[in-house]
Nanobody, 114 residues
Framework: QVQLVESGGGLVQPGGSLRLSCTTSGIHFRLMAMSWYRQAPGKQRELVAGITQTSYTNYADSAKGRFTISRDNAKDTVYLQMNSLKPDDTGVYYC????????WGQGTQVTVSS
């Protein structure tokens, strides 16, 4: 059974930091490209950051310089370090695994507000 479980979301003040984790099971993690998406209220889900099997990374323009995606193949886990958070970063953050099939987690809520 494939599972992607996100954690680390919460309420944070503008300028603060959060570290999201996505722990997976039931997939060959090291063979998967991993990514983080965000869905803000009333908006479509959008790519925030991605990391390939060889740890090449890419970021949305809004995330460049503030967010860092990383992976730990020994723990089957992908991370998203988010710094200098802004209210526009608010949303549900989803983890996606892409190989021969595509898998999504259930999401974790991030709220940036004073």
């Amino acid at each position: 059974q494939v599972q992607l479980v996100e954690s680390g979301g919460g309420l944070v003040q503008p300028g603060g930091s959060l570290r999201l984790s996505c722990t997976t099971s039931g997939i060959h993690f090291r063979l998967m490209a991993m990514s983080w998406y965000r869905q803000a209220p009333g908006k479509q889900r959008e790519l925030v950051a991605g990391i390939t099997q060889t740890s090449y990374t890419n970021y949305a323009d809004s995330a460049k310089g503030r967010f860092t995606i990383s992976r730990d193949n020994a723990k089957d886990t992908v991370y998203l370090q988010m710094n200098s958070l802004k209210p526009d970063d608010t949303g549900v953050y989803y983890c996606k695994a892409l190989g021969r099939s595509e898998y999504w987690g259930q999401g974790t809520q991030v709220t940036v507000s004073s």
